[in-house]
């Protein structure tokens, strides 16, 4: 610890380098203080590591499935590689390269998958360990992958090429074999054109040695891999998508891009048996029907009972336009067309059997579409779907904004699963999930996790995410609160967003009392209550707020004459009057002068809203227009349940309001805040009752005031001069603002960080004129060019010290800004429920406690021992429970409230910003410790929060680092560079938690957890699911008597003999280069790990011991056996030739 104490004295002494000598002893005696916290945690603790990713696969654009495994592969743009088995078995992996997938394929019951990718490169990974790796790479260098297809139970690897040549691979060596067909061996020699890329591959289910080869011309070839020659070729005038097999090999069909499909008898090349258009309108006169669009891929499934399926999709109609997306299953005489939601990437028949030469008894159909996953039950009348266990509905809706919560109370899950089973959708197939490979199993560490969700629709959902998996559990949709406008006019009215006007912006919530409270783009607040009681609510509670700046003279001299004022938009220039004024109401969209004035953006319900179980409506809270200017974003919000309160800011300043009483308790500026003094008087606002302004409250919109007068202090009365600098700042500012309310939401979501990054520039600028953070505050600051550019960017409940002459912590409320001030409000909450009712929370403001550099993102309070203060708060009661069941509400507080006594300091206050962090002793507000987390970039996301050795500081900075500081002590621990920043909703959706968990949206659709816990990491192993797992491969079909005396049945093929060297010779070594991976296949089927893998392999040690000592105790039987008869002959030939003379012999 000495060590320490000699930095932390440095730091002192460099943060108040230009303050007095008393400053900076006091720094010197706050860290000898406090010397006595012992830290536990050390960098040992910590290990950054990806965990798992939850979601649909972004971008998808191929798909494969292991029928005897029941493992569901699915391949992305942009390389990704996602496996799906029963649920809780997930599990993510990525090419190098980032090349879009464009096919995958099983080895079947093999614990391995092939991958093909749009780089002309092809992978062999292995499955059979919980984190997926390549075993072997081959890069094609001068031809391009079109099409690969690998036989059941064969180690030989078909891939098509553009140039239409066949190349064959050994994925046990991945080395290519020197056996090739060429195209112009394939087709006729009278054919002068080029067959195109190669579009199928498939050997005839009867015939292992009959290759069917498409091309996308039209031509198909039926190649004999012994006679290297063609049998047959089938021709058509349009080009090929994909060819299906009948199970007997006599019969095969062609989907073409006219939206025909093409039936081919295998003996009869001229001309099709048969050719359909499923889609088409049917001519007269027997001419050909319409053209549709193209079938992009057909399957062919037999059945033992009835008719076969024909699935298919596309072929649609040309005049279906704006029609979605449809699946066609024909089965006999009737043809289902099932729509879908999104455009279909692919589909997949599920069969009972993985033989090719048997009735192939269709069950399901997996459909991968752009955005969803669906699987069809073939076996129910109606085709329903099945019920989808795995997470994939993240990007119903945009994500907007998350929230983690990591060992939250243990019935808050529960509660929330039984309110949100009602939601389920009802009509899915009774059938068990058909992916049901792989096992999982909880894992030793296992607490309750909570993930929140806000959308761009204003929905609101609740995820388990406990043990790795991924849940939805309950969602709430906050639109249902306004009015949905009838027309275009108007709802663009009062909008400020051209589409989602309510997407979820901030969320605060407090798992212990179930109280939530949502923001949303539109200037919106909503606060719910949990409820497990249905209730019809006649009209809804509504609190207008009118958040704006009126500059007066407040504390103006008596004599000193006409008080000098700033004129805003829609305003008189007239002075103002401190007390409260009434303003017209909000029926009337505009003001005298034409401008929209005290007007929401939405409208909220007037007819009767029926709530169900879960969370209810208590309060709507509305910023409304001011003087035809749209209210400011909310940039921060908080909610807390012991206090009853609510609070939020903008650039304008802050309102707190008590939501138990409906009214609105503070409405002031950011520049009010730093006077430690009472504010104004100001009555209570209960809702739709009184609408009346807060005086001295700031409007940072640019009006026609001229900009001399902009920057006139309020209480000098002489003006100084105007920075250009500022001004042209403020000006971009507005001009972002202005341009935000017609792009996007993102754009106004984002419109308060790009704020702050270009305030910072200025800061830096203030910080270089004065190095004392400790700058004066005063009235007589240019107090417009300071309100125009502080943001509030962050709230902080606790009982507190936030006097310096406070001897016991009282309610406060920590308010952080974007020019890096934290400032107190001490709050009079009154102590009994019944109080509580009757008489309003009290409010005086403290001043400022300390300044940092960068916008103050995070607070937190530690105790006088260094332990993380809980956060008080209410305990869950049910509001509309019968009065008998109802348990009143109890304020939740630390045990024993802390107190100080002269001259000691009892409470440390954790701050962190962009910049820097800070721990300050409280009530001396001495600074004890400081750390510059960043000095070249800024950061994101920061947290106090508790891992299983104690407590520490998690950032996340904007250059893509995660780092962890100990506390008290601000002492580096975890440094990795982790991320780059390259899309603003990674920095959007970034959450740290307790026990050393993290996630963030790695794209539209998937989450990514990350983990920054050595314990953890040195658990996922445990906590993963296995993808492999020992299953029997069901016995082949039997041929039957007459089949296999009359040669009936399937016709096997040495491929070994075919394509080996020995017979087919070396490939060429330029065609392609061989990546060895750490293993060939030999080496991969004993390389199972996992608990699964371990047991098997055991079990199978033992058997073989087992019968090695059968066989050595035969052995040696056999051989005391061998020794008695050669003993007894031996004996017998002694006695015959006993008595003989050697001549007698």
């Known amino acids: 610890m000495k060590k320490f104490n000699i930095r932390k004295v440095l730091d002192g002494l460099t943060a108040a380098s230009s303050s007095s000598g008393a400053a900076a002893a006091s720094t010197q005696t706050g860290s000898r203080e406090n010397d006595m916290i012992q830290e536990t ?203 299906g097999w009948h199970h007997e090999g006599k019969q095969f069909v062609c989907s073409h891009s006219d939206g025909t499909l093409t039936t081919w008898n295998v003996r009869a090349p001229a001309k099709p048996a048969q050719i359909i258009t499923p889609h088409g309108k049917q001519a007269k006169d027997g001419k050909k029907p319409e053209p549709c669009k193209p079938i992009l891929k057909v399957e062919y499934k037999t059945t033992r009972a009835g008719d076969p399926f024909m699935i298919l999709s596309g072929g649609l109609s040309y005049d279906t336009v704006g029609r979605r997306a449809c699946l066609t299953v024909m089965h006999g005489k009737s043809t289902a067309v099932l729509e879908m939601d999104y455009p279909i990437v692919d589909f997949l028949t599920l069969c009972e059997t993985p033989y090719p030469n048997d009735f192939q008894e269709p069950y399901a159909v997996v459909v991968l579409l752009e955005k969803d996953l669906v699987v069809i039950d073939l076996a129910q009348i109606g085709y329903p779907i099945f019920e989808n266990p795995y997470p994939l509905s993240i990007h119903e809706s945009p994500v907007t904004c998350c929230e983690y919560i990591v060992d939250c109370p243990s019935e808050v899950i529960p509660a929330l699963y039984s309110v949100g089973s009602r939601q389920k959708r009802q009509g899915f197939s009774k059938k068990e999930w058909p992916i049901s490979g792989g096992n999982w199993s909880q894992g030793t560490l296992s607490y309750p996790e909570i993930i929140v969700t806000g959308h761009a629709d204003g929905s609101v959902k609740f995820w388990d995410a406990s043990a790795l998996m991924l849940q939805v559990l309950y969602k709430l949709k906050t639109g249902k609160v306004f009015e949905k406008p009838r027309s275009k006019e108007e709802k663009s009215s009062t909008d400020i967003v051209d589409e989602d006007p309510f997407a979820i912006q901030i969320l605060s919530w ?121 209210p400011q974003p909310i940039t921060s919000l908080s909610v807390n349940s012991a206090y009853g309160l609510v609070v939020f800011g903008n650039g304008y300043g802050l309102a707190v309001v008590d939501y138990i009483q409906k009214t609105l308790l503070l409405n002031v500026s950011t520049a009010e805040l730093y006077a430690p003094s009472d504010p104004h008087h100001r009555q209570p606002r209960s809702p739709r009752k009184t609408r009346q302004p807060s005086a001295g409250f700031c409007d940072g919109n640019d009006g026609p005031a001229a900009p001399e007068e902009r920057c006139k202090s309020p209480t000098s009365g002489s003006g100084s001069p105007c920075n250009s600098d500022e001004d042209s700042k403020q000006k971009f500012i507005t001009k972002v603002m202005s341009k935000s309310r017609l792009i996007s939401k993102s754009v106004a979501n984002d419109f308060a960080k790009i704020s702050r990054k270009i305030n910072m520039i200025a800061d830096h600028k203030d910080d270089a004129r004065d190095n004392s953070f400790s700058r004066s505050r005063s009235s007589s600051v240019t107090s417009i060019d300071r309100e125009s550019r502080e943001v509030i960017s962050s709230f902080y409940f606790c009982d507190s010290l936030s006097k310096k002459s406070e001897l ?140 299983s050795a104690g407590l520490c500081i998690a950032c996340f900075c904007a250059n893509g680092h995660i780092m962890t500081l100990s506390l008290p002590s601000l002492r580096p621990l975890l440094d990795v560079n982790y991320l780059p920043l390259t899309d603003m909703r990674i920095a959007r959706t970034f959450c740290f938690s307790n026990q050393g968990q993290a996630l963030y949206l790695t794209s539209p659709t998937e989450i990514q957890r990350i983990t920054y816990s050595q314990e953890t990491c040195d658990n996922l192993q445990e906590m993963l699911g296995e993808l492999f797992t020992p299953v029997e491969t069901p016995e082949a079909p039997n041929r039957g008597f007459f089949k296999g005396l009359f040669g009936g049945g399937a016709q096997s093929l040495d491929r070994e003999d075919l394509f080996g060297e020995t017979t087919a010779g070396k490939a060429s070594r330029s065609l392609a280069q061989h990546i060895p991976g750490p293993g060939g296949m030999e080496g991969m089927k004993g390389a199972a790990s996992g608990v699964v893998g371990e047991l098997a392999r055991a079990r199978i040690a033992l058997d073989e011991r087992g019968q090695k000592l059968g066989e050595l105790e035969e052995r040696t039987a056999a051989m005391m056996y061998s020794a008695d008869s050669f003993s007894k002959h031996a004996h017998d030939i002694m006695l015959k030739y006993k008595d003989k003379k050697w001549y007698q012999l």
């Not at 292992?208 to 498409?214: A, D, F, R, T």
């Not at 019809?536 to 008596?558: D, F, G, I, K």
């Open 808 to 947: 016991v912590a009282v309610p406060s409320l920590w308010v952080g800004t974007s020019l890096g001030s934290m400032l107190a409000i001490a709050l009079m909450v009154p102590s009994t429920p019944e109080q509580r009712m009757q008489q309003s929370v009290g409010i005086s403001f403290c001043g400022l406690v300390v300044r940092l550099k960068g916008a103050i993102l995070r607070m937190a309070q530690l105790d006088s021992s260094g332990i993380l203060m809980p956060h008080v708060y209410e305990p869950w009661y049910d509001p509309n429970a019968p009065e008998e069941e109802k348990e009143g509400p109890r304020r939740r507080r630390p045990t024993s409230p802390p107190s100080s006594q002269e001259n000691q300091d009892c409470q440390y206050a954790v701050v962190c910003s962009e910049k820097q962090a800070k721990v300050v002793a409280l009530p001396s507000q001495n600074c004890i410790y400081k750390h510059n987390i960043t000095e070249s970039s800024f950061v994101l996301r920061v947290d106090v929060v508790t891992v």
């Open 41 to 243: 945690v050390q960098s040992e603790h910590f290990q950054l590591c990806k965990t798992i990713r939850h979601g649909f696969p972004h971008h998808p654009s191929s798909m494969a499935f292991d029928p005897v495994q029941k493992i569901l592969a699915i391949g992305t743009q942009s390389g990704a590689l996602r496996l799906f088995g029963r649920a809780g078995v997930e599990c993510y992996c990525q090419h190098e390269s980032g090349s879009a997938v464009i096919q995958l394929g099983f080895l079947v019951n093999e614990g391995a998958l092939v991958s093909a990718l749009a780089d002309d490169s092809i992978h062999l990974w292995n499955l059979r360990q919980k984190q997926p790796a390549i075993l072997h790479s081959l890069k094609f260098n001068r031809e391009r992958i079109t099409f690969c297809h690998l036989p059941f139970q064969s180690k030989w690897l078909y891939v098509g090429t553009e140039r239409g040549n066949i190349h064959i691979v050994n994925v046990e060596s991945f080395t290519l074999s020197g056996y090739v067909i060429m195209w112009n061996k394939a087709i006729e020699l009278s054919s002068k054109a080029h067959p195109g890329p190669v579009v199928h591959i498939s050997d005839n289910p009867m015939d292992e040695g009959k290759l069917l080869i498409g091309f996308e011309c039209g031509i198909v070839v039926l190649w004999d891999l012994k006679s290297k020659k063609a049998d047959y070729r089938f021709n058509y005038d349009e080009a090929i998508h994909s060819v």
């Open 510 to 630: 407090c798992p212990e009392s179930r109280v939530l409270c949502v923001t949303g783009v539109s200037a919106h607040i909503i606060v719910y209550r949990f409820s497990k009681q249905e209730i019809t609510t006649e009209v809804v509670q509504l609190l207008e707020v009118r958040m704006q700046c009126e500059l007066n003279e407040a504390e103006s001299p008596e004599g000193a004459g006409e008080q000098s004022t700033v004129s805003t938009p829609g305003t008189s220039s007239s002075p103002q009057s401190i007390l409260p004024q009434s303003h017209p109401s909000t029926s009337s969209n505009n003001s005298s002068d034409g401008l929209r004035d005290n007007v929401p953006c939405l409208k909220v319900r007037s007819s009767q809203l029926k709530q169900s179980q879960g969370y209810q409506v208590e309060l709507v809270i509305q910023l409304v227009w001011v003087s035809g200017e749209p």
